[in-house]
């Protein structure tokens, strides 16, 4: 897989790229581009796959001005002129979906088709109950557990990784911290936004999904004219990590479709 | 140097440790029964005015959503402490500005209670436990940012007197800041900053302000102050550096007898051994920065596993004074313990009692507070007035051997 270092709106973005056809901008989640998932190559077999690091993981310069995926968004919107994308397929991934979102109601006409893989980033349940979990007020396994199926499948050992390994797993979990912690996993704006995103949508979760819940996607979706809502067997949060080959025809089914 | 009565005003009137999580954020109020309370404070409030009337000077503190300190708005507990007292100086160490959203606000409380005070205050700032962010849903990443940002506005606003000025910064905005009150102390009430870290150390020397650090025993605290030196000589403030910016806040206890020294010393030790929080409060990503995690987890490796890291492992009267973080025996052993210290670290001007804990009751308290007043103190004022320098090495390798720390000669930094 191809990696560069290509300098958007001033700052310095990590930016993946595999495969060829017809360009697919993959935003990815809070756990940063991991470009040895399987899910990757199964995607960049019929595609142009293009994924960024966002400012702040992997390594991704993180400008000081940089506080939301509001801003993600416009850097992102930036890159695509840069690389001479006039219209791609969006697909993010849970806080990447957010960032998706926040894209797709800005620049409409940019995308043809636009995936969410359970993403956050809107608030529509009621004023005392969070619509995500809080990840920070519970231990770190019970946050595996929303995460993963099988958290046993996907614990990282810590003491394998290299320097530059911790820095980056470190470096992601600061950013998403930066990125969510208040309003809480949402921008309020988002939700009065999103009618403007008029693209074909889909939005998927893993059916043990203990972050982003069925009730809380259903609701998403409605904000969005032509959305609809897709299931993958096997899977909590993190589905494309637990069920590539589902995930990765799901994707490319309604891309391509 | 000074002396500074300190407790953290905690209800310590828990359950058992297996019924509960944390004693911190998520502890149910239902076990805070507001007539215990209402007294405990009358006790405290009593504690400091006694402190007062032995010369022993008064400082207080500021946590959220603990029974370990139920001084939620530390600026209140002053202006009390204020009115019922008339000549020690009143410390708070400190307002968490990095976690206040209204820096101006905090201006203005400080000002007030200048006032109120007649220029007695000593307003200090921290930058606040991991355990506060998610009271006070501040975010922990860019919280350095935020502390100095609002901490140059607040010493802005005291010492701007000519109407309106507007502040556009990075985190905070105001477009007519023209506060009254303002301050009776000119320039400014003495500004004193708490930090561990040798960046953070180097910056408040470079402002002059008074640099405090808790309970970070004989290396973290000589290694705080070299940073704080640094950063001093850095800033062109000139070679010495006056023992009266450097703080140490320790847990001490006089007794008239070694016996009662270490009954009340281990009383004490309930801060440490009753802080009871799990590792998720006590380590939200971005508030101990990146290289420093990075350095925690191969440093710690598997060993960091489990929820409650520093609680269970019942710290002792002996580990806490070997360490330098406690102080405790008859008047002249506190006094050796306390030049051995001071030596040690280079010099500090500032003794920031923490002399009441837990179930360390009105009387015991009260004579700890008396018999380091009445024996000990007197002979500190004398050995190290406010003007002497500090980082002046004077540890004898003997010394330093004596205490088990390998080579340590004069001016020969330990690491």
Redesign the interface.
Known sequence: MKKETLKVAGLALEVFEDGRGEPLLFVHSGGGFQPNEPYVALLAKSRRLVAPSHPGFGHSELP??L?TPDDIAYIYLELMDRLGLQKVDLVGSSLGGWIAAEMASKAPERFRKLVLVAPVGVKTGPVDKLDIPDI?????ERVSQWLFRDPAKHTVD??RLS?DE??VM??N??????LV??PWMHNPKLKHRLHRATMPTLFLRGESDGLVSADYLERYARLMPHARIETIANAAHAVQVEQPEAFAAKVLGFLDG | MQAWHFTETAYPFLPPADTYESVR??LPNRIYDPDKGAALYDRYLREWQIAEEEGVEIMMNEHHQTVTCVDPAAPLMMAAVARVTSKARILILGNPVANRHQPVRVAEEMAMIDILSHGRLEAGFVRGVPYEL?PA??????MN?RHWEALDLIVKTWTHHDGPFSHEG?FFHYRAINIWPRPMQQPHPPVWVSTTSASGAQNVGAHGFVQATFLTGYEGTRSVYESYRRGWRAAGRGENVPIDRLAYAALVYVGETESRAYEGADKLLWYLNANKV????AT???YAG??A??AA??AA??TTQG?HANFGRNMKVETAMERGILFCGTPGQVHQQIRKFYKHVGGFGHLLIMGQAGFLEHDDTVHGIRMFAREVYPRLKEEYPGTRISGEFEETRAEAEARGVAAAGRGTPLG
């Open positions: 000081d001005w506080d920070y007020a519970v231990p770190q810590t003491a320097d911790l820095t470190v470096r979990r600061e950013t998403v911290a930066m912690w208040e | 954020v998520n998610l849903n501040s975010n922990p990443v860019r940012e990075r799990p590792r998720h409060y939200p990503p971005g990146t290289a995690t990075v987890l191969k490796g598997a929820d």
